[in-house]
């Protein structure tokens, strides 16, 4: 019998609560012994529910305990959600969790700290939600050469994205319905400035390149400049719009960034649509392999945490290699990423427009938009993008293209 | 340093040894030590290869050296490949393999021949080719019920249902062209009549039971059958075709099928298309996850092999648990599978087909076909279906709905 505490009782913690009590046998099974939870620290109390009695308010009472092997970290945020972990893995109590943003963050120090301590960190949940990837990179792909990771990270503005494109509505009207529905937070600039999509290619990056990524390196775009005319023109080109999170091993080194891209409907993130993710990982031997499924939501987020918390248990006694290194990583520099762009301007600075990216231009078509001139570049770099498009009046917008 | 040998020199098995010496390097990161290829077993000799020292035609050098920890057997069929198997666990090598028929057929006792002996049987390569699938479903999903598993494991006929679909071209043209370019073997059957995604959906129903599938007791239909007309009604239903294997836990049990189906377009298993293959498993808390890749070719595949061979390593002297079990499972009867059918007859029979089927149906039509009377049924059971089915005179051509 394994005990574990869950921190914070909110949806994924009640989550973790509910997979552990639903799927007992399963669970049980799978670890080789039962696993109980012994206590749920929250600030509130929950009079009436099922564990209420295993409600506590003081996380010593959890540090404490000899019996408690495993620690759930599902509140979120930097504090006290750091200081609880790292108490945690001190007393050699191994700790899962969902938090990408300390992941990010702090993710080196507390796989050091477990190291240390013969205790093991683990984050399946950070990204992806419910998608078991983390484990399969980490684990059965690990023997290959990572080129690219590449993916739908954020449901919320995956949902936008979607609604947008199929109902035809602007930005500020699907996120309203999407904050109505409780798709989208009150304060939704987590997600649709993409810091939240930021956090998670982070992560991927430092897996994926065994040296620390600071997400505060990382180019992030978000979605709150996509119109409905851009999806206009998408369908026009045979494409999809879809903000990606994507880290590409190149010659000068590890690039990563966020932003929306236009992506052919051929490729399969094109077709991701709604509220679910998807990540491509590209190995050299593999190939394509793509996972999909629900990026957040409160039982598939709380199925990864278990899965950590079964795997530690298997492993007991063994810290678990997760590939999460503490030597910092210099991205290669965007300027230097090559790509083509999408770019539109109005209709009267058409010349202007082809003057400074060349003949070479490709004019896009959209079925409803006028007054405008559009059009596809040849390959640039992102510094010989933004220089010229610097010497444009009147731009309406430009879109990458993957 | 450890030592594997390698059994048939072929795609698949030239591809592992290529695996390990591109990637040797990751390869003993992941595996925590270096691994050799000792021996290459084959029939034949391999002049100017740069392994050609290693390559051996009596399997007894194998079998008899201590050196020897882990077996790879990519040569297919039941025999020699079985013997060869049997005799190296009995030793207590470990063995992994890409052999998805004799998995399908004497899987489980091979298992347990190797638990016996404290070794592995592994077999990832399997099923879904590269795709680092049931390693995840063992691992990181056995905490889940799955519900069902519906997966397209053939990417032979999915690169045929895609071309037919795209180019309007008739099965017979398109399985030509294929055979041409080698994507189809020159004697299709195993593809084509869906033998080959019946093994793959019968090794998935064993994992996702715990007990043992028999291929033979699976319904199985191919994909000869589907003509250019199909793919005209399935695009006025916003569908597509594929030849899907699926595997339900139900009331009654669990029910397998390998058929073409109408599935809608906004399903992500529509989407996946040329000779990719992709796999939904439905776990009661995770909900939908979708793995996607290649489901052949010579790297991809060796790839997983060589997952399996990293995981027999990094787990030396301890019996992978891999939930194949002896047991027989007896399927629930086909005739009870409830569901909808789509059915094409001539114009002339209309107000039969009406009469037999009700007037609940829903008449579809294809763009480019005359002459026929096309519709959706309501939810019928398969002999339900039969049954009505057997009175209509003049049936072009039925589809089953996913």
Known sequence: MAKVAVLGYGTVGSGVVEVLDVNAKEVSESAGEKIE????????????????????HDINIILDDPEIEVICETMGGIEPAFSFEKSALERGKSVCTSNKELVAKCGPELVELAKKNGASFLFEASVGGGIPLLRTINDSMKHEKI???????????????????????????????AQDKGYAEKNPEADVEGYDACRK???????????????????T??????????????????????????????????????????????????????????????????????????????????????????????HRGRHIDVNLKSEELTLSPKDNTVRQFFVRVQEDVRNQAVEVFGSGIEEVKGENVHGEFAFLTGDLSEKDFWERLRKLDSVKGYLRLY
Do not use: W
């Open 201 to 219: 290619i982070a992560i991927l990056s430092s897996l994926m390149s065994g040296k620390h990524v600071n997400y505060e390196d990382i180019y």
């Open 37 to 56: 939870v012994k206590y749920i620290l929250d600030l509130r109390d929950f009079p009436g529910d099922k564990h209420e009695t295993q409600v506590v």
């Open 221 to 314: 775009e978000g979605i709150s400049r996509i119109s409905i005319e851009d999806f206009d023109y998408a369908r026009a080109l045979n494409m999809s719009i879809k903000l990606l999170g994507i880290c590409k091993r190149g010659e000068s080194g590890y690039s990563s960034i966020v932003s929306p891209f236009l992506i052919p409907n051929e490729n399969p993130l094109a077709n991701v649509n709604g509220v679910f993710n998807a990540v491509n990982v590209h190995g050299n031997m593999l190939g394509d392999v793509m996972f999909y499924g629900k990026g957040a939501g409160k039982n598939a987020t709380a199925s990864a945490v278990v899965a950590d918390v079964i795997d530690i248990i298997k």
């Open 147 to 177: 080129d690219s990771i590449t993916g739908i990270l954020n449901g919320t503005t995956n949902y936008i994205l979607t609604k947008m494109d199929r109902e035809g509505m602007g930005f500020a009207t699907v996120l309203k319905a």
